[in-house]
T-cell receptor, first 111, second 114 residues
């Protein structure tokens, strides 16, 4: 079973920031938070990951709460091309682990 | 382009048949993961190989098997196919950089069983 909980769907206006929440209350100390997205039926795309500090890259920002029980993915200026299913997963960054995807959040960007 | 190559992209076959899906990971990646995604469903983890050895198994059916070869490419074999096996099958690789763990997915193989 997935170790994360995400809302099934969200929407956001184009040009605004999209904030996608994820709960991972049973996260272990050595587990990272990863975010992926899947546009239509394409292969999922890695977005960002973090352990306990906030992270930012060219695609998004990841905010992890101090107790690490939840996180938020922020797409600063959403475009129509950001319409996708977003998956939040937790995992140990090692070579021997299952990587379980939950149901994700279907993000719709409205013009 | 993720650097992960999957073939074939599309495959149509009949019930009871056997098919082989192939995955070439990114250059230097040692890990290969296989996922199944049925219509409008989530990604179901099947199996993980690391440098030729099976490392983790999900809810993979006994009719399915996989292996990773010395050149690190992987094959997923599906036999005695049923209508319910129709799905997208994704392969992902990781491991080029130690302890970063992000997965890079191929574009998938769409299997249709008639």
């Amino acid at each position: 079973d997935a170790k994360t909980t995400q809302p099934p769907s969200m929407d956001c206006a184009e040009g605004r920031a999209a904030n996608l929440p994820c709960n991972h209350s049973t996260i272990s100390g050595n587990e990272y938070v990863y975010w992926y997205r899947q546009i239509h039926s394409q292969g999922p795309q890695y977005i960002i990951h973090g352990l306990k500090n906030n992270e930012t890259n060219e695609m998004a920002s990841l905010i992890i709460t101090e107790d690490r029980k939840s996180s938020t993915l922020i797409l600063p200026h959403a475009t129509l091309r950001d319409t996708a299913v977003y998956y939040c997963i937790v995992r140990v960054a090692s070579s021997a682990s299952k990587i379980i995807f939950g149901s994700g959040t279907r993000l719709s960007i409205r013009p | 382009d993720s650097g992960v190559t999957q073939t074939p992209k599309h495959l149509i076959t009949a019930t009871g048949q056997r098919v082989t899906l192939r995955c070439s990971p990114r250059s230097g990646d040692l890990s290969v993961y296989w996922y199944q995604q049925s219509l409008d469903q989530g990604l179901q983890f099947l199996i993980h190989y690391y440098n030729g050895e099976e490392r983790a198994k999900g809810n993979i059916l006994e009719r399915f098997s996989a292996q990773q070869f010395p050149d690190l490419h992987s094959e997923l074999n599906l036999s005695s196919l049923e209508l319910g096996d129709s799905a997208l099958y994704f392969c992902a690789s990781s491991g080029r950089q130690a302890n970063t763990g992000e997965l890079f997915f191929g574009e998938g193989s769409r299997l249709t069983v008639l």
